[in-house]
């Protein structure tokens, strides 16, 4: 009898908990929510983004009026659009750019392959790829090697993880195809812009510039093809200079998001088919330079080196730099995201300054000796017995990372085509 009340009493005391416990998630939830909606409200805030008496609801379009304006949502197409980008280039450099390259000669055969070494090996991937001087010392006692064989050892060990020139020649072939097609398209479909010819169009009634279907793709596609660069980071041979790639990426994703989403897509489609004019050049020379046309290489490369200067430090600082700063100033003013969109290209500019002098120093280099100069620090490295052979060697070289962006555009260093490991 006196049970009964005991099992009434303990599951009263269970339900209480549950309730309490629901509570508390509930509660959880709540605060969660409230603080996702500061997060947004904070990041969103319409005097960071837009002009003074400019609102969010004012951008969203009357219904039935047929104007649309740039939306974050809509960035989130890029994401497909980028993995359908992926796997054409997958698929067009095998079944179009493998087949030219074996056309033109070009082998699918790498540098040199170290001899199995059980011990050297173990050294290699589980210490270090470049041993020191003692390491040396102690590999030769313990292997009965003379301290030279050793080194070369590790230079092939070294040389058989790098890329193929059959492979970077489909690399090189590929963002040739993709550059020059969307410089075309960019060209094409600026040249029936009225900002292309006035660029005080650009700002006049901004923000209230209607989005058109062909600026929306040409945008969108941009934005895909560099988060594919991303994707193939991941799966490409991971190179020395992965991290700086990323952050390159990233910033250059970040720069087309930011304009799209405040609706300078206007200034921006300058800015981008001023950049496109060039890429394609460089990788024109490379592929040249991969099928051993050296003249056409170095033809490639001077042109390319004139169109970059004329297009970096001519065109841009004097349309683009001069349209962002001093036209929008007059006919907006200046707004907190005016500020940082205009600080981010002058850093551009400050980076084109840099870049033009060390393809001026390449250039020059490649006038006094008659041709572009080796890269010392080139895909290959040579053993002791190659670099006696071709000391005197002026053979041009071109060294490209396979992550997708070609290295003047942003990553040459000390003047010469980095190293790829």
């Known amino acids: 009898a006196a049970a009964t009340p005991r099992c009434g009493s303990g599951g009263s005391v269970s339900r209480g908990r549950r309730a309490g416990g629901g509570g508390r998630r509930r509660r959880r939830r709540k605060m969660a929510a409230a603080a996702a909606a500061v997060l947004r409200a904070w990041f969103w805030n319409e005097r960071f983004w837009l ?75 589980s210490i270090t790829k470049s041993p020191d001087g003692k390491r040396l010392e102690g590999l030769s006692k313990q292997l009965d090697w003379d301290v030279r064989k050793i080194q070369r050892w590790f230079r092939h060990r070294r040389n058989q993880d790098k890329p193929t020139t059959l492979t970077k020649f489909c690399e090189s072939m590929w963002r ?10 960019g060209i094409k479909f600026l040249w029936l812009a009225p900002w292309f010819w006035d660029t005080r169009q650009c700002w006049y009634n901004y923000p209230f510039q209607p989005l058109t279907s062909r600026l929306y793709y040409y945008y969108i596609l941009e934005l895909a093809f560099y988060w594919s660069l991303m ?33 300078m897509v206007r200034v921006g489609t300058l800015v981008l088919c001023l950049h496109d004019a060039s890429d394609f050049l460089l990788e024109a020379a490379k592929l040249a330079n991969y099928a051993k046309y050296q003249r056409l290489c170095d033809a490639f490369f001077m042109l390319f080196g004139v ?35 205009n600080g981010l290209l002058i850093t551009l500019q400050i980076l084109h300054i840099i870049w033009s002098y060390l393809i001026i120093r390449i250039a020059y280099k490649a006038l006094v000796r008659g041709k572009v100069s080796k890269d010392d620090r080139s895909d290959v490295e040579s053993s002791s017995e190659e670099e006696d052979a071709t000391s005197n060697s002026t053979k041009g070289f071109f060294s490209t990372s396979s992550n997708g962006s070609n290295r003047i555009n942003g990553h040459v260093a000390g003047g010469q085509w980095p190293e790829e490991e």
């Open 51 to 125: 002009p003074h008496n400019v609102t969010w609801a004012d951008l969203a379009g009357e219904p039935g009026s047929g104007l649309q304006y740039p939306r974050a949502s809509h960035v989130l197409s890029a994401f497909p659009l980028a993995l359908g980008i992926f796997t054409v280039r997958l698929l067009f450099e095998r079944f179009i750019a493998k087949p030219c390259a074996i056309n033109l000669g070009i082998q699918d055969s790498g540098p040199h392959r170290a001899q199995p070494n059980a011990i050297l090996e173990k050294v290699f991937t």
């Open 307 to 341: 169109v970059f200067i004329v297009t970096r430090l001519g065109i841009f600082p004097f349309w683009i730099l001069n349209t962002t700063l001093f036209e929008s100033w007059e006919l907006i003013g200046p707004y907190p995201s005016w500020w940082l969109f």
């Open 176 to 185: 040739f195809t993709f550059y020059l097609s969307i410089f075309l398209y």
């Open 231 to 263: 994707f193939s980071q991941f799966t490409d041979i991971k190179r020395k200079d992965f991290l700086i790639m990323f952050v390159h990426h990233l910033a250059t994703i970040g720069l087309i998001t930011f304009s799209y989403m405040n609706n």
